[in-house]
């Protein structure tokens, strides 16, 4: 699964040449981009969340950067049809679980799953190309990652101090 390594999991098929236009703008930044949506109904934002490759805390100034090195980009090559605002974030404490490098940094810390079949919570236990292993007590539950729609860590008293320190349970 290494080609998944820093492409999203879990993506609108239609974003993901923009995606590629983007990705290595962040990276040569010094960035991750670790999701890219148009949220349903909101055609005239496209969000941008992304995280700094060195660990450390993504701040406001990193936003700004990242936007005005995205929107140039953007202008440049005009991949979007009408009038858009752009939005850059950070994926925050309760991040969502996007490429394959999220799901092994975080295994072992509770997540929450929105899939075709409805939502399911549990401790994240492994990722392969079939799908997502999460642990509900001592009972595994499979999620084929065609069915998986998005994924989230849960904030909860485990997960602050991680985030802090920059450590994660695996």
């Not at 001592?138 to 990652?145: F, G, S």
Request: with cysteine; glycine share 10%; charged share 25%.
């Amino acid at each position: 699964m290494d080609e998944f390594e820093t492409t999203s999991l879990i993506a609108d098929a239609g974003l993901a040449p923009l995606a590629a236009l983007l990705r290595p703008v962040l990276e040569g930044m010094g960035f991750a981009l670790v999701r890219l949506t148009r949220p349903a109904g909101e055609d005239e934002i496209l969000q941008i969340m992304a995280e700094r490759l060195d660990g450390e805390d993504v701040i406001v100034k990193d936003c700004a950067l990242i936007s005005r090195a995205v929107g140039s980009v953007l202008d440049e090559h005009d991949p979007i049809a009408g009038a858009y605002m752009l939005e850059v974030s950070s994926p925050g404490i309760d991040r969502p679980l996007t490429r394959t490098v999220d799901f092994a940094r975080w295994q072992g810390f509770q997540a929450r799953c929105v899939t075709r079949g409805g939502p399911v919570e549990g401790r994240l236990a492994g990722l392969s190309a079939g799908g997502l292993s999460l642990m509900q007590g001592d009972t595994p539950v499979r999620i084929a990652l065609a069915d998986l729609i998005e994924a989230r860590l849960v904030l909860n008293d485990e997960l602050r101090p991680a985030t802090r320190m920059g450590v994660s349970a695996a």
